[in-house]
T-cell receptor, first 114, second 117 residues
């Protein structure tokens, strides 16, 4: 069974641009979560989606948005990029959004904002 | 806010020795704890989990210990191998909010484990 797939693997953008990142969960998984990872802040929760609905949202500005499609695939978008948005963006999937459901992570998209 | 922290940022051990990675948590409402391993260039990989109604759980070469009295979590790796070299994260979650959500998952800063051959 294929794991969580994230595309693209690497991305370089300039300030002010916008970016869309894609995530395909493990087959059968209906819950998708997004995390931002930086050396300074570590792993921080962005969003959680289940059945095309945003179920929970972390403490990030409105420039960060996301959505989930009927096939459980998810995208996140960052508009008006800032230098501080440079990070590894990780997508994780689970069968359901329950607390004790195991999360399976993708390898991430490394975003560099110049 | 409440957060999960790690006592040591780096740990170096000899191949074959046992490793112990520690973690402190501060949210008394947390009832589910997980250890993840992250190798360079990869996303975190699930290692082992434990619920708050347990104080010990064993997996293959790994053991997680939970001390709720002092809010402490540890990961023990037996017979550490070079392939165990990675950053290890503890994470905590609480089922109280949102009826249970991965969004409550709080990660520690991580401990880098280096295994010397």
């Amino acid at each position: 069974k294929a794991g969580v797939t994230q595309t693209p693997r690497y991305l370089i953008k300039t300030r002010g641009q916008q970016v869309t990142l894609s995530c395909s969960p493990i087959s059968g998984h209906r819950s998708v979560s997004w995390y931002q990872q930086t050396p300074g802040q570590g792993l921080q929760f962005l969003f959680e989606y289940f059945s095309e609905t945003q179920r929970n949202k972390g403490n990030f500005p409105g420039r960060f948005s996301g959505r989930q499609f009927s096939n459980s695939r998810s995208e996140m978008n960052v508009s008006t990029l800032e230098l501080g948005d440079s990070a590894l963006y990780l997508c994780a999937s689970s069968l359901f959004p329950a607390t004790n459901e195991k999360l399976f992570f993708g390898s991430g998209t490394q975003l560099s904002v110049l | 806010g409440e957060s999960v922290g790690l006592h040591l940022p780096t740990l170096s051990v000899q191949e074959g020795d046992n490793s112990i990675i520690n973690c402190a948590y501060s949210n008394s409402a947390s009832d589910y704890f997980i250890w993840y391993k992250q190798e360079s260039g990869k996303g975190p990989q699930f290692i082992i989990d434990i619920r708050s109604n347990m104080d010990k759980r064993q997996g293959q070469r790994v053991t997680v210990l939970l001390n709720k009295t002092v809010k402490h979590l540890s990961l023990q790796i037996a017979a550490t191998q070079p392939g165990d070299s990675a950053v290890y994260f503890c994470a905590e979650n609480s089922s109280q909010n949102y009826g249970g959500s991965q969004g409550n998952l709080i990660f520690g800063k991580g401990t880098k484990l280096s295994v010397k051959p």
